[in-house]
Structure formats: structure tokens, C-alpha cells
């Protein structure tokens, strides 16, 4: 058990704020994930599936039913110009939002064409190298909206093509091998204002792994307002930075364990969790209250 103790108040929730379903690259269904994680204790948390919001209306059922309260959420892609031709990648996670705001639908109704035609990108390429692969195959490992590289290279590794999910990366689709193809890429500042546009708010999500810290000044400009600085990938130093980095731009702080349901993650939905304050900020970001 990962216990984190982000708050100095006496009124706080184990909570988990990023956790994925089968309508992205998890191995879920929403309602099956929020039965495990209200076994294990969970309090607060939200779906944040990539590019998806299909999830949220069986989440938000789960939740009324296992007594929790639910924050709807989506984990959305962002890349900054860090010098003339250079991006860097930031996912940023909206929290609370409208999801039936329309500006939301469209623009995730744009998102899946461009992964559609990026798959189409890859699979021609890898075609190219001689290796062929259905697009039917690779959309059968996509059990909700978001198809992307995760079921591409599961589909290689299921047609013997590589060894490994990673080898898949490491040796055809991963940034600049040969069968990469570019994602669209959005600014921050158009996420950002989308999110607040919805009513959400929008969250740094995992900075650590995008290895760059000198991007938070430019996406606090941009407009981001919290910074995850608890993850189940983080040491206590990795923690304890980014709390401070939070603290020090008044920023808040959220956490979670980015759960997919993989096999390579041997944890459930609940085992992981930080003891979440800003309660107030939570209830009024809520789709389902805690009962």
C-alpha cells in the first residue's frame, strides 16, 4: 500500500485522480473499476481517459451506487515550441468539465479522426518495411474510442512481429523510428482554455516523466492551474519537489496512480492513493457527491 499524505487539513479523502478505462488504453470498463476501488477504500477519484469521455455517464452511475464522489475527467495532449522546430510533450488532465459542452465533443470528435489517420500513417510505413498488419486487427485490440500506438503494438507482438510491447516502441513506432508518425500538435494555451471553457480546471499531469521543469513557468502563463505531484511512479523526492514547486507557484496539488490494468502493474484501483485536501474545490467540481 502507497500511503501519501498531501494536506496539512484535518479534512481530507483517499483519493486516486487518474485512472483509465477500456475506453482508452485501459483494461477496465468503469463500473468494474470503480466496484475494486470502492472495496479498497477510495473516497474521490475520476476516470481521465485519453482523448474519451465515453466512460463518465457508467462512472458516474458506479459512483452514485458505491457511494463515492466521482469528478468527471479526460487526459488531453499538449506540445510546447521550446525552440524553432523542437515540441515538447505535456499531457495536461481537465477536471470537472461539462463533458457534454460541445466545444469538448468536437474537438475529441477531431482528435480520433487525426489518430485514425496517424494509425493509417504508421500502418503504411510499417508496411513499408515489409511487415503488414490490418487496421481491423489493431482496431479489435481498441476497446473504446481512443485508438493509438498501445494497441498497434499490441497487435505486433500478437502477430509475432516483436518480442515485446516495448520492443514494438523501441524498434518501429516509439519517437523517430521508422514507422513513427507525428501527432497534430495543439498549444497548451488551446487545451487549458477549452478545459476552463467546459468549467473544469486543468492539471500538469505526471511532469516528472515529460523530464523538463522549465516548461512549468510557460504553462502557468498558459493558464494550468494544478500540478500532480503525487504518482505512483514518484519516490518521496520526486514528491517532495514537485509539492514544493506547486506550493511555491500557488498551484493545486493533486495525485494519482495513472492505474491502466495492465499486467506489468500488478495493483488494483484503491491500492494506491494520497490523502487529497482542497475538499471544497472537489465538491464543487463533482458530477456525483459523496452520500
Not at 4 to 17: E, G, I, M, T, V
Not at 186 to 209: E, M, N, Q, T
Not at 243 to 272: K, R
Request: hydrophobic share 35%.
Amino acid at each position: 500500500m502507497t500511503v501519501s499524505n498531501c494536506s496539512r487539513s484535518p479534512q481530507r479523502l483517499r483519493a486516486d485522480l487518474h485512472l483509465h478505462t477500456m475506453h482508452s488504453d485501459g483494461a477496465l470498463t468503469p463500473s468494474a473499476l470503480l466496484r475494486i476501488a470502492a472495496g479498497n477504500g477510495l473516497k474521490l477519484l475520476s476516470i481521465t481517459d485519453h482523448d474519451s469521455v465515453a466512460g463518465i455517464p457508467e462512472a458516474e452511475r458506479a459512483a452514485h451506487k458505491y457511494k463515492l464522489l466521482f469528478i468527471p475527467g479526460v487526459e488531453l495532449e499538449a506540445f510546447i515550441e521550446t525552440e524553432p522546430g523542437h515540441y515538447h510533450s505535456v499531457h495536461l488532465l481537465g477536471y470537472g468539465l461539462n463533458y457534454r459542452e460541445t466545444a469538448l465533443v468536437e474537438y475529441l470528435a477531431e482528435i480520433r479522426e487525426a489518430r485514425l489517420e496517424r494509425l493509417q500513417g504508421m500502418l503504411g510505413k510499417l508496411r513499408n518495411l515489409g511487415i503488414k498488419v490490418d487496421f481491423s486487427a489493431v482496431q479489435k485490440n481498441a476497446t473504446g474510442e481512443s485508438v493509438g500506438r498501445v494497441h498497434l503494438a499490441r497487435t505486433l507482438k500478437q502477430n509475432n512481429h516483436v518480442q515485446s510491447f516495448d520492443q514494438a516502441f523501441e524498434r518501429y513506432i516509439g519517437n523517430d523510428r521508422p514507422a513513427y508518425v507525428a501527432k497534430p500538435r495543439h498549444s497548451p494555451r488551446k487545451i487549458i482554455r477549452l478545459i476552463h471553457d467546459c468549467g473544469g480546471i486543468a492539471v500538469w499531469a505526471h511532469p516528472y516523466f515529460t523530464g523538463n521543469d522549465d516548461l512549468l513557468p510557460e504553462l502557468i502563463k498558459q493558464g494550468v492551474d494544478g500540478l500532480e505531484a503525487y504518482h505512483h511512479e514518484f519516490n518521496q523526492q520526486t514528491t517532495e519537489h514537485y509539492l514544493q514547486l506547486a506550493e511555491q507557484n500557488n498551484l493545486l496539488i493533486t495525485g494519482g496512480s495513472d492505474f491502466h490494468g495492465t499486467m506489468e502493474e500488478q495493483f488494483e484501483p484503491g491500492d494506491w492513493w494520497y490523502e487529497a485536501n482542497s475538499l471544497e474545490q472537489w465538491h464543487r467540481l463533482s458530477s456525483v457527491s459523496l452520500v
